[in-house]
């Protein structure tokens, strides 16, 4: 029997890579781990997340979709990260939203990829 122990990493794909890096960098304020280019034309970064892994990356043939899986980043403030957001002019595909035990919100990437911006209830 397969015993999963835990995420080790999830990873969007990306069509450009430095724009892609812009934007998870200075839009969501995520620090780099790792950061590889194997040549000729693929990339790959890391973003640890407290004890899980987001990461990027470009390869040939593999596309980004909306409506993949997504990452849920829980947040500080709620408030502050969704007028951060508005502010940086990223595209909300679901308006935040209350639920009975968390407030969310889904933005995309600048390639369309989903991400849930997660704050729970305390």
């Not at 990306?14 to 620090?31: C, H, N, P, Q």
């Not at 979709?65 to 595909?93: M, Q, T, W, Y």
Request: proline share 9%; aromatic share 10%; hydrophobic share 40%.
């Amino acid at each position: 029997m397969l015993k999963v122990t835990e995420i080790a990493f999830c990873c969007y794909a990306v069509t450009d890579f430095a724009r892609a890096r812009r934007f998870y960098e200075g839009v969501l304020g995520l620090k780099p781990a790792k950061v590889n280019d194997f040549p000729p034309d693929s990339h790959w970064a890391e973003y640890d997340i407290g004890p899980g892994t987001l990461s990027i990356g470009s390869a040939p043939g593999w596309k980004p979709s909306p409506d993949g899986c997504s990452v849920a980043l829980e947040v500080e403030d709620f408030v502050a990260a969704i007028a951060h957001l508005r502010a940086n002019g990223v595209k909300f595909r679901m308006e935040p939203f209350p639920t009975p035990v968390c407030r969310m919100a889904f933005i995309s990437d600048p390639d369309g990829n989903t991400i849930c911006i997660h704050k729970r209830n305390q």
